[in-house]
Structure formats: structure tokens, C-alpha cells
């Protein structure tokens, strides 16, 4: 059942340092987009949300899916689309990761740091 959770938590929480990440997404740019995201594994949707995010934020969510690989589908402002298969699981380099970058977007395996 897909859930609907708009909540992402920010990186600096303590809640986001001691739960497994499982999308980490990052806005590194000066402006402020869209974005929709669909999860789903061979047989179902497994998560679905729109997001706004500000210039530079950058924000996750925890706990939201099972070890396994899933199809990752998301779209930029209405526009822009990536599509990727990404494996998840309690290690920090098979996480989702979502970046918004020169009005594009890309979907890796694992998240890398933000650049200064």
C-alpha cells in the first residue's frame, strides 16, 4: 500500500542520525522546486509523495521501505524526468538519493556528500 508521508526530516536531527535513511533528497540549487516521486518494487507502488523544496534544502525520510530494489521514478517541477532501479538497505551507500541540480534531476545508489 503506497503511503503518502510529505514529511522529510532534516539532516541535521538526531532522529535522522540514529534511523535508516532510505531517501535522501537535495536541493542544490538557488531556486525552489517540485518534485514527485514514485517507489514501487516488481508487484506494487510502495511509496508516493510531492515535495517542495527550498534553495538548499536538503531532507530524508526513514524507515520507509524494505531491503530490495526498487524502481525509482521522479519528476522536476512538472518537466523533468529520471527514472533509475536503486537498492535499498541498512548500509548508507544503498540509499536513494535524489538530486536537484542545474535544473535537472538525478536518481543514484547512495548518498553523496554536498559540496561546499
Same mark, same amino acid.
Given at each position: 500500500m503506497p503511503s503518502n508521508s510529505r514529511t522529510l526530516l532534516s539532516a541535521t536531527s538526531e532522529e535522522w542520525?540514529? &534511523? =535508516?535513511e532510505d531517501l535522501h533528497i537535495r536541493n542544490a540549487t538557488d531556486a525552489e522546486h517540485d518534485i514527485q516521486i514514485k517507489i514501487y518494487d516488481d508487484k506494487e507502488w510502495c511509496h508516493? &509523495? =510531492?515535495y517542495h523544496l527550498l534553495a538548499g534544502q536538503s531532507g530524508?525520510?526513514?524507515?520507509l521501505?524494505?531491503?530490495g530494489v526498487y524502481k525509482v521514478k521522479a519528476v522536476l517541477d512538472g518537466q523533468h524526468e529520471s527514472v533509475a532501479a536503486v537498492t535499498v538497505?541498512?548500509?548508507p551507500e544503498q540509499t536513494i538519493f535524489i538530486h536537484i541540480q542545474n535544473d535537472g534531476i538525478i536518481?543514484?545508489?547512495?548518498?553523496?556528500?554536498?559540496r561546499p
Amino acid at each position: 500500500m503506497p503511503s503518502n508521508s510529505r514529511t522529510l526530516l532534516s539532516a541535521t536531527s538526531e532522529e535522522w542520525r540514529l &534511523a =535508516r535513511e532510505d531517501l535522501h533528497i537535495r536541493n542544490a540549487t538557488d531556486a525552489e522546486h517540485d518534485i514527485q516521486i514514485k517507489i514501487y518494487d516488481d508487484k506494487e507502488w510502495c511509496h508516493t &509523495a =510531492r515535495y517542495h523544496l527550498l534553495a538548499g534544502q536538503s531532507g530524508c525520510s526513514v524507515s520507509l521501505l524494505q531491503d530490495g530494489v526498487y524502481k525509482v521514478k521522479a519528476v522536476l517541477d512538472g518537466q523533468h524526468e529520471s527514472v533509475a532501479a536503486v537498492t535499498v538497505s541498512d548500509e548508507p551507500e544503498q540509499t536513494i538519493f535524489i538530486h536537484i541540480q542545474n535544473d535537472g534531476i538525478i536518481i543514484e545508489e547512495g548518498v553523496t556528500p554536498s559540496r561546499p
